[in-house]
Nanobody, 118 residues
Framework: VQLQASGGGAVQAGGSLRLSCAAP????????MGWYRQGPGKERDLVAR???????KYADSVKGRFTISRDNGENTAFLEMNRLKPEDTDVYYC?????????????WGQGTQVTVSS
């Protein structure tokens, strides 16, 4: 299963960017879609995720600045990133988690670079 991620880029501090992630329409449901980010030599950390039922979780560092949303019919998720800070600079990875035959299955998109300059 291939997730198609798009968006990202380079902005100055205080700017905004939008990430999109599309999963195949026949992907198992319910599921949770979201983004993680990873810097060089660091672990991949949760940024935000949203379930098909609408349950949302944000990392404390992005609360009030980032907004996740999704179109369940299209299996597409969006991450609106506002008031970006230099410390938001990382590679962002789209993620989808779903249960198949009693097992959790994890899918990832290609990473997209987000660079915020001061």
């Amino acid at each position: 299963v291939q997730l198609q991620a798009s968006g990202g880029g380079a902005v100055q501090a205080g700017g905004s960017l939008r990430l999109s992630c599309a999963a195949p329409k026949n992907i198992s449901s319910p599921n949770t879609m979201g983004w993680y980010r990873q810097g060089p030599g660091k672990e991949r950390d949760l940024v935000a995720r949203q379930s098909t039922g609408g349950v949302i979780k944000y990392a404390d560092s992005v609360k009030g600045r980032f907004t996740i949303s999704r179109d369940n019919g299209e299996n597409t998720a969006f991450l609106e990133m506002n008031r970006l800070k230099p410390e938001d600079t990382d590679v962002y990875y789209c993620n989808l988690v779903t249960a198949i035959d009693g097992r959790w299955e994890y899918y990832w998109g290609q990473g997209t670079q987000v660079t915020v300059s001061s």
